[in-house]
């Protein structure tokens, strides 16, 4: 995550048409209370095979991750993070269990270490000096135990590298004061890539007291990033000169190697210098216009300085520190622009990574097309695990309950490998008032967080089937240079011929950047849009009433407009009130619905809270409310279709520990099934309990 995504969000937020009025005196207060919840009938932590990383390295097989007995292994996580007022990056010790029992009972199994590098007291770097190359013992300390108690739960990590640093006087880097977090010059400049490898070195080296392992030694650390959302693209520009002519120099150095004298000669004339002068840069909205010799010179510039880095980093950390985790280099992380020149050397390494957020107050369930689902599926590589790093439906969006469990079933469908959520922020003060103070933060969200349960149970069983068919696509060196020339309108695929649906019916991969060239591909429109495996169903409608089925043994789900589509599953079916919702009913027993004696049932709609106030088109919020957060509950029935010599059914209502909230709730047996009311008590989860004649 970085500001420049904080900053598109707010301005997304802004030219969003609204699509509905709500009522909002259907809101109810139902908060989130992480510090109360000592035991839960819906603790999923049975999930995790702890300690985590106990039979050694993850490692990659036929193109996934897996244990090191050759197992399959999926992740299902969240950051830790700090940006809302009183939360932190690394909780006191004395919180650190809490948190870390926390995420094990809401199936979260990875956790991605983001921002370490800020310091202190938000990341591990030593405020005090003058400079940003020591650590501050006491978030060292805080980040060393909060690492042993994640391991002793079965939660695995993902060691994010260079992410948030900031330079002082005496890191000896020209213009620290400028530079923010050094995004584009760090896969550059030798000074900034000269305190990345000490920093690695200093944090993979570190000997954590309470596991006795150095970081780089760490089976429970499953992944090391190199850097997060970082890139050098075409018309790259910095405000501080020094970097401006240092890359000029550097391109200008590359051409005299790279190019004979008769192409240097060709490209010095696009660009009308002299003979002896240097060429310069294309800058802003040059490269839409520039002759093809100088721009393709310059792209295969950049290209050769992003690969030059990524193998240099990741054969220091290889090589040098001797890391044995699989590595990433970066995510792709810019959808509105063509990302395959970056992957070119992306995919050189071990994993590839994505990230996305769905941005707007509007619901996604209506745009199949643009979804989070097709704009990740873009990066995927045939042969390598495939990660997503970073992926939410920041607040506020009043249809936020779709996001999670579309992510989790079609990352199923499309065998992905890993997906963590944008973020997870631990509160700092035992009384703090719960409320949505973030937009990305999930943690006291009464929706987002508890699908986060049924997402887990969802994605890391696999209860959703791989893809039958993987179309597997190829791009030829040209292409890969000139995609960045495509207009916007060919986002997010930057691909002319290929039909965005195609992810949402099959699999799909890249084999190769440099083969022949991508072949348009033909596929008739259908609706709903339905996977190869029958077990997703995407519906749309001219009356913007799209809905999301989700048919499978372990787990089934309608996600949009439930009210409107009527639409009934082998073992779900729903009458509710609300216009829009989502509902996830999965097993907890390892057994298909039809025989489970332990569900899970998460409703979601709208959260809000207390006193929060939209502008008149519901585009962005006037006033972000206060405690206590409200919820409009999932009100009508469910009920459970199919089950199999059942006697009796109830469920158990929940509040925001994990507590069950007043008497139990009899299903009544119908002709359909077994029908059980909800809403009342206001919650957003339920166990139920199946007793079998």
């Known amino acids: 995550m970085n500001l420049q995504s904080v900053r598109l969000l707010a301005g997304l937020l802004a030219v969003v048409p609204a699509l509905a009025q709500w009522d909002d005196g259907l809101l109810k207060p139902y908060v989130m209370n992480h510090r109360a919840a000592a035991s839960s009938p819906a603790d999923l932590s049975f999930l995790h095979?702890?300690?985590?990383?106990?039979?050694?390295?993850?490692?990659?097989?036929?193109?996934?991750?897996?244990?090191?007995?050759?197992?399959?292994?999926?992740?299902?996580?969240?950051?830790?993070?700090?940006?809302?007022?009183?939360?932190?990056?690394?909780?006191?010790?004395?919180?650190?269990?809490?948190?870390?029992?926390?995420?094990?009972?809401?199936?979260?199994?990875?956790?991605?270490?983001?921002?370490?590098?800020?310091?202190?007291?938000?990341?591990?770097?030593?405020?005090?000096?003058?400079?940003?190359?020591?650590?501050?013992?006491?978030?060292?300390?805080?980040?060393?135990?909060?690492?042993?108690?994640?391991?002793?739960?079965?939660?695995?990590m993902d060691l994010n590298l260079n992410v948030g640093r900031s330079y002082?006087?005496?890191?000896?880097?020209?213009?620290?004061?400028?530079?923010?977090?050094?995004?584009?010059?760090?896969?550059?400049?030798?000074?900034?890539?000269?305190?990345?490898?000490?920093?690695?070195?200093?944090?993979?080296?570190?000997?954590?007291?309470?596991?006795?392992?150095?970081?780089?030694?760490?089976?429970?650390?499953?992944?090391?990033?190199?850097?997060?959302?970082?890139?050098?693209?075409?018309?790259?520009?910095?405000?501080?000169?020094?970097?401006?002519?240092?890359?000029?120099?550097?391109?200008?150095?590359?051409?005299?190697?790279?190019?004979?004298?008769?192409?240097?000669?060709?490209?010095?004339?696009?660009?009308?210098?002299?003979?002896?002068?240097?060429?310069?840069?294309?800058?802003?909205?040059?490269?839409?216009?520039?002759?093809?010799?100088?721009?393709?010179?310059?792209?295969?510039?950049?290209?050769?300085?992003?690969?030059?880095?990524?193998?240099?980093?990741?054969?220091?950390?290889?090589?040098?520190?001797?890391?044995?985790?699989?590595i990433i280099g970066t995510a792709d992380h810019s959808h509105t622009s063509a990302p395959y020149s970056m992957l070119a050397s992306l995919s050189k390494l071990d994993i590839l990574d994505g990230h996305i957020y769905w941005n707007g107050n509007q619901p996604m369930v209506n745009d199949p097309l643009h979804s989070t689902v097709v704009q990740l599926s873009r990066t995927a590589f045939a042969g390598k695990p495939y990660t997503v790093s970073e992926t939410n439906h920041p607040f506020p969006n009043e249809w936020a309950s779709e996001g999670i469990p579309t992510i989790a079933a079609y990352a199923g469908f499309q065998d992905w490998d890993m997906i963590i959520m944008y973020t997870f922020e631990p509160k700092l003060a035992p009384d703090w008032k719960p409320y949505v103070g973030d937009p990305f933060d999930i943690?006291?969200?009464?929706?987002?967080?508890?699908?986060?349960?049924?997402?887990?149970?969802?994605?890391?069983?696999?209860?959703?089937?791989?893809?039958?068919?993987?179309?597997?696509?190829?791009?030829?060196?040209?292409?890969?240079?000139?995609?960045?020339?495509?207009?916007r309108t060919e986002q997010p695929y930057f691909t002319p011929g290929f039909p965005l649906a195609l992810p949402l019916e099959h699999g799909v991969r890249i084999k190769s950047l440099d083969g022949p060239p991508t072949q348009a591909l033909t596929l008739p429109e259908e609706n709903p849009i339905v996977s190869d495996t029958k077990e997703l169903s995407w519906y749309t409608s001219a009356e913007k009433t799209g809905l999301i089925a989700v048919e499978t043994d372990r787990t089934q789900a309608l996600i949009g407009f439930i009210k409107a589509n009527h639409k009934v599953l082998k073992n779900l079916g729903a009458d509710i009130t609300n216009n829009f919702a989502t509902i996830v009913l999965a097993s907890m027993d390892d057994k298909p619905l039809a025989r489970s004696d332990k569900m899970l049932l998460t409703t979601g709609s709208r959260v809000a809270n207390t006193g929060q106030k939209w502008n008149d088109t519901r585009t962005r919020l006037t006033n972000q409310g206060s405690s206590p957060s409200l919820i409009e509950p999932v009100t009508g029935a469910v009920t459970l279709r199919g089950i199999?010599?059942?006697?009796?059914?109830?469920?158990?209502?929940?509040?925001?520990?994990?507590?069950?909230?007043?008497?139990?709730?009899?299903?009544?047996k119908t002709a359909d099934g077994w029908t059980l009311p909800i809403g009342e008590p206001a919650t957003t989860w339920y166990v139920i309990s199946v007793k079998r004649r």
């Open 49 to 156: 095979d702890a300690p985590a990383g106990k039979d050694g390295y993850i490692r990659i097989q036929g193109g996934h991750l897996v244990k090191p007995n050759g197992q399959r292994i999926r992740f299902w996580g969240v950051h830790l993070t700090d940006w809302s007022r009183g939360s932190v990056e690394l909780p006191p010790k004395e919180d650190i269990p809490m948190w870390a029992a926390t995420l094990a009972r809401f199936g979260v199994n990875i956790v991605r270490l983001h921002f370490l590098d800020l310091a202190a007291p938000r990341g591990i770097i030593d405020s005090t000096k003058d400079d940003s190359r020591s650590f501050d013992p006491q978030q060292l300390d805080r980040l060393d135990f909060l690492v042993s108690e994640l391991k002793k739960r079965g939660i695995y």
């Open 443 to 487: 943690s006291l969200d009464p929706v987002r967080m508890t699908e986060m349960a049924t997402g887990a149970l969802m994605f890391l069983r696999g209860d959703v089937r791989p893809a039958r068919q993987t179309v597997e696509r190829t791009y030829s060196k040209e292409e890969v240079v000139e995609n960045r020339l495509l207009p």
């Open 168 to 326: 002082k006087a005496g890191d000896g880097v020209a213009g620290f004061d400028q530079i923010q977090w050094g995004k584009g010059l760090a896969l550059f400049d030798a000074r900034l890539i000269e305190l990345e490898k000490e920093y690695a070195k200093q944090l993979l080296t570190h000997v954590n007291p309470y596991t006795k392992t150095e970081y780089r030694n760490e089976p429970a650390i499953a992944l090391v990033e190199i850097a997060n959302e970082n890139a050098l693209y075409l018309g790259f520009s910095s405000r501080v000169p020094f970097y401006e002519d240092e890359l000029t120099k550097l391109y200008n150095d590359w051409l005299k190697k790279k190019l004979t004298p008769e192409q240097l000669q060709k490209v010095r004339e696009a660009a009308g210098v002299a003979a002896d002068a240097p060429v310069p840069r294309l800058k802003g909205n040059e490269p839409a216009t520039a002759p093809k010799e100088r721009y393709n010179a310059e792209m295969a510039f950049f290209m050769d300085a992003e690969d030059r880095f990524y193998q240099d980093m990741s054969g220091y950390l290889r090589k040098t520190l001797g890391v044995r985790q699989p």
């Open 644 to 668: 199999e010599g059942a006697a009796m059914v109830s469920a158990a209502a929940l509040d925001g520990s994990g507590k069950p909230i007043g008497a139990e709730i009899q299903a009544k």
